[in-house]
């Protein structure tokens, strides 16, 4: 298997609010005019979302699911201030602050926000990288 990871798609309640809060909150470029899937295209990757419910009928799941789901979105920025600014953003979008930007163990400073579906972003300076 070729290692990369082309589309993350995430399941959500309600998609015009979510394509409002990526689209127009985070300023997110959308590639398709759909009204039943949004894609994003972002550097290297794209973002899809999709109703909740349908995607856990296409994997041939229960839509049952509640509570931390185990992974996390994350995007990094240059500096401190970009992720205090971006945290910020998503905020004032319609994210939950979750954890704001600090000093972390690894060395990096870093945030954490929660999208209006209870998706966990990560915003972080890795100054290693």
């Known amino acids: 298997m070729n290692p990369h990871i082309t589309i993350v798609t995430l399941g959500v309640e309600d998609l ?3 394509i409002n809060f990526y689209q127009k909150g985070l300023g997110f470029p959308r590639i ?5 899937i949004a894609f994003f295209q972002l550097e ?12 856990a009928e296409d ?25 205090d600014k971006t945290l910020a953003e998503a905020v004032e979008a319609g994210a939950e602050l979750v954890k704001p930007g600090q000093k972390v163990f690894w060395g990096g400073y870093s945030g954490y ?7 966990y972003w990560e915003v972080a300076h890795n100054p290693f990288w």
């Open 16 to 18: 015009q609010r979510a």
């Open 32 to 36: 398709d005019n759909s009204d039943n």
């Open 44 to 55: 290297g990757i794209m973002l899809g979302l999709y109703p909740r419910d349908k995607l």
């Open 59 to 83: 994997i041939t799941i229960s839509d049952d699911g509640s509570g931390f789901q185990g992974f996390t979105l994350a995007h990094n920025v240059g500096s401190p201030e970009e992720v």
């Open 113 to 119: 926000f929660k999208d209006p579906d209870g998706f």
